[in-house]
C-alpha cells in the first residue's frame, strides 16, 4: 500500500494559519495530489472550506517525507 498525506493550509485569522495533516493510501488505483485534494474540501465559490475553516493552499508528502503530486505514478498506471 502506498501512503502519502495531504497538507491543508487553514486561515485562522488574517495573520495566522496553521497545517492539517490528512493521510491517504492506495492499493491498486494511485490518485494524485489534487485528487486527495477534491476528495477531502468543500468548495462554495470563490473559497474552500474543510470542516468549516478556509483553506487557503494545500501540498503533498509521501512517508518519506518527499513532496509528492502522484503524476508518475498515475500515468504509469494508465498506460498499462
Known sequence: M???FL????VVDSGSYYTEKIP????L???TCEEAFNKSVT???PNTFYKNKL???HYCKDE???Y???YEEKLDYELR
Open 29 to 31: 488505483i494511485p490518485i
Open 68 to 70: 509528492w503530486n502522484g
Open 55 to 57: 483553506v487557503m493552499g
Open 24 to 27: 491517504f493510501g492506495f492499493n
Open 2 to 4: 502506498k501512503v502519502f
Open 43 to 45: 468548495f462554495k465559490l
Open 7 to 10: 497538507y491543508l493550509i487553514i
Open 64 to 66: 518519506y517525507g518527499n
